[in-house]
């Protein structure tokens, strides 16, 4: 079956912000929005590097809560715990934004038309038309 | 018969089995989801809402089949994404017709009749084809101008093949019963072997419920479309799951009975709510708070009536009563008894 055709009014993004947690409660509030943000976010640890990616996966109970990404750049997965993050930054576009169903049908006809021109020469280019 | 009696017996034999052996909670159909780029954007559609990095992954065909063997459901309907754009795709079908697995590969149909040489015609296999309705509300749903008629070209190339080809067809609030009708009428004089149809509903993400299909409104609608329905209309369901959607019989959700999983892991605890990722069929099956889910249990899921979550609760009730089982078989004889 088909995804829904209708999504959320537009609500502000979080593209573009950054959340350094003061607390537990505030580290878990942050997680959570990136679990749920389609778009890479950048963590930058406690020791002092930082990883970009999609926050795809949290496991927020037991002795060691963690999350998991997939890296931007390179394969497999990466599993941080949560004590290790020292900030949340959505740097990735939000890939949600805009793309509700009222927001196509709002659009006028040659700005449609230029998207399904755009998404179908993608599709080309990688082979998929 | 929408469904060949092999399908039927195989389905029957696992369900009575897994009640026989007092499994309470067992899966009905693994959505398999190997890759979530699409060659379509649908508006609003939450699957392919993903960085290209992540659009990129694909599942390797030993991980599609490894989820298989894990999950044990007798019916694997492969979504996506589009499961055609995957180029090992054939031989992941391969892979799981070979376990006697009924695959349904759900495909838009753009790239179909080009790759119907890679598929081999099997009782096993089914294309499912993603069918909005007539052409004008198949072309809008789907923003593009065309893709009905290639998918409906498509659809006659298959069936030529003896390819087995069935329709789904999700439904919104602005569905017109009358040109549904018309469409069925249209899908079974192309020939395919039976139809789905499921009305939308939104991902957690995003529950616009001003647009979605409330319940009242869903049992509505459904009543119109399948009230004195036409004999020759073939639908690929629980004869019990269309009562469900009219309002007739009243479900709990088994959101275990259609189990998904990604590139992202085993997908907590439908294909429609992303609350987590278990690292195995087992932990999803054990570590899931499944009584937290479902009408009445949770504020996501208020007005749900999906088929992955109410399919298979049509089908615990065929199963699980006598009077679900005669229910059953005087509606399959007698459509549109009460």
């Given at each position: 079956?088909?995804?829904?055709?209708?999504?959320?009014?537009?609500?502000?993004?979080?593209?573009?912000?950054?959340?350094?947690?003061?607390?537990?409660?505030?580290?878990?509030?942050?997680?959570?929005?990136?679990?749920?943000?389609?778009?890479?976010?950048?963590?930058?640890?406690?020791?002092?590097?930082?990883?970009?990616?999609?926050?795809?996966?949290?496991?927020?109970?037991?002795?060691?809560?963690?999350?998991?990404?997939?890296?931007?750049?390179?394969?497999?997965?990466?599993?941080?715990?949560?004590?290790?993050?020292?900030?949340?930054?959505?740097?990735?576009?939000?890939?949600?934004?805009?793309?509700?169903?009222?927001?196509?049908?709002?659009?006028?006809?040659?700005?449609?038309?230029?998207?399904?021109?755009?998404?179908?020469?993608?599709?080309?280019?990688?082979?998929?038309? | 018969?929408?469904?060949?009696?092999?399908?039927?017996?195989?389905?029957?034999?696992?369900?009575?089995?897994?009640?026989?052996?007092?499994?309470?909670?067992?899966?009905?159909?693994?959505?398999?989801?190997?890759?979530?780029?699409?060659?379509?954007?649908?508006?609003?559609?939450?699957?392919?809402?993903?960085?290209?990095?992540?659009?990129?992954?694909?599942?390797?065909?030993?991980?599609?089949?490894?989820?298989?063997?894990?999950?044990?459901?007798?019916?694997?309907?492969?979504?996506?994404?589009?499961?055609?754009?995957?180029?090992?795709?054939?031989?992941?079908?391969?892979?799981?017709?070979?376990?006697?697995?009924?695959?349904?590969?759900?495909?838009?149909?753009?790239?179909?009749?080009?790759?119907?040489?890679?598929?081999?015609?099997?009782?096993?296999?089914?294309?499912?084809?993603?069918?909005?309705?007539?052409?004008?509300?198949?072309?809008?749903?789907?923003?593009?101008?065309?893709?009905?008629?290639?998918?409906?070209?498509?659809?006659?190339?298959?069936?030529?093949?003896?390819?087995?080809?069935?329709?789904?067809?999700?439904?919104?609030?602005?569905?017109?019963?009358?040109?549904?009708?018309?469409?069925?009428?249209?899908?079974?004089?192309?020939?395919?072997?039976?139809?789905?149809?499921?009305?939308?509903?939104?991902?957690?993400?995003?529950?616009?419920?001003?647009?979605?299909?409330?319940?009242?409104?869903?049992?509505?609608?459904?009543?119109?479309?399948?009230?004195?329905?036409?004999?020759?209309?073939?639908?690929?369901?629980?004869?019990?799951?269309?009562?469900?959607?009219?309002?007739?019989?009243?479900?709990?959700?088994?959101?275990?009975?259609?189990?998904?999983?990604?590139?992202?892991?085993?997908?907590?605890?439908?294909?429609?709510l992303q609350e987590g990722y278990a690292s195995s069929f087992r932990e999803l099956m054990e570590k899931t708070a499944w009584d937290s889910y479902g009408t009445g249990r949770n504020e996501k899921c208020a007005d749900c009536m999906v088929?992955?979550?109410?399919?298979?609760?049509?089908?615990?009730?065929?199963?699980?009563?006598?009077?679900?089982?005669?229910?059953?078989?005087?509606?399959?004889?007698?459509?549109?008894?009460?």
């Amino acid at each position: 079956m088909t995804d829904a055709k209708y999504h959320a009014p537009e609500q502000g993004s979080l593209a573009g912000r950054v959340f350094r947690p003061a607390s537990l409660d505030e580290l878990r509030e942050a997680i959570e929005l990136a679990f749920d943000y389609r778009g890479d976010v950048t963590v930058e640890l406690k020791s002092g590097g930082q990883v970009t990616g999609y926050l795809f996966n949290r496991t927020a109970t037991g002795e060691q809560p963690t999350i998991e990404l997939f890296p931007a750049t390179g394969s497999g997965t990466m599993t941080i715990p949560f004590s290790e993050v020292a900030a949340i930054a959505f740097t990735g576009e939000d890939t949600a934004t805009g793309k509700s169903w009222e927001a196509w049908v709002a659009k006028k006809d040659s700005e449609r038309q230029r998207e399904v021109d755009r998404v179908e020469a993608e599709a080309k280019a990688r082979g998929h038309l | 018969m929408a469904v060949p009696v092999s399908q039927m017996y195989t389905v029957t034999k696992y369900v009575l089995t897994q009640k026989l052996r007092g499994v309470k909670r067992y899966p009905l159909v693994l959505m398999l989801e190997p890759l979530f780029r699409c060659n379509l954007a649908c508006a609003g559609c939450g699957k392919i809402q993903y960085p290209d990095h992540v659009l990129d992954k694909r599942l390797t065909p030993e991980q599609c089949w490894a989820a298989a063997d894990e999950c044990g459901a007798p019916i694997i309907s492969i979504p996506g994404g589009e499961p055609l754009i995957h180029p090992e795709m054939p031989e992941i079908v391969r892979g799981l017709v070979a376990r006697q697995k009924y695959v349904y590969l759900c495909t838009n149909a753009i790239l179909l009749e080009r790759k119907l040489d890679e598929y081999q015609a099997s009782k096993f296999l089914t294309f499912s084809v993603h069918m909005d309705g007539l052409k004008d509300e198949h072309d809008l749903a789907v923003c593009r101008d065309g893709v009905y008629d290639v998918a409906v070209k498509a659809i006659k190339a298959a069936l030529k093949r003896g390819h087995r080809v069935t329709t789904n067809t999700t439904l919104f609030d602005d569905a017109n019963p009358e040109r549904v009708r018309k469409f069925f009428d249209e899908m079974m004089a192309l020939g395919v072997e039976g139809m789905m149809i499921s009305p939308g509903y939104s991902y957690q993400k995003a529950p616009d419920q001003q647009h979605f299909l409330k319940r009242s409104r869903t049992t509505e609608l459904f009543s119109k479309i399948l009230s004195n329905r036409k004999r020759g209309w073939q639908f690929n369901q629980s004869p019990l799951f269309l009562e469900f959607l009219m309002g007739r019989r009243e479900y709990q959700c088994t959101p275990w009975g259609n189990p998904t999983y990604n590139v992202f892991g085993w997908q907590r605890p439908c294909y429609l709510l992303q609350e987590g990722y278990a690292s195995s069929f087992r932990e999803l099956m054990e570590k899931t708070a499944w009584d937290s889910y479902g009408t009445g249990r949770n504020e996501k899921c208020a007005d749900c009536m999906v088929h992955c979550g109410y399919e298979a609760s049509a089908v615990e009730d065929t199963f699980g009563s006598l009077s679900g089982f005669a229910k059953t078989v005087k509606i399959t004889l007698l459509p549109n008894a009460r």
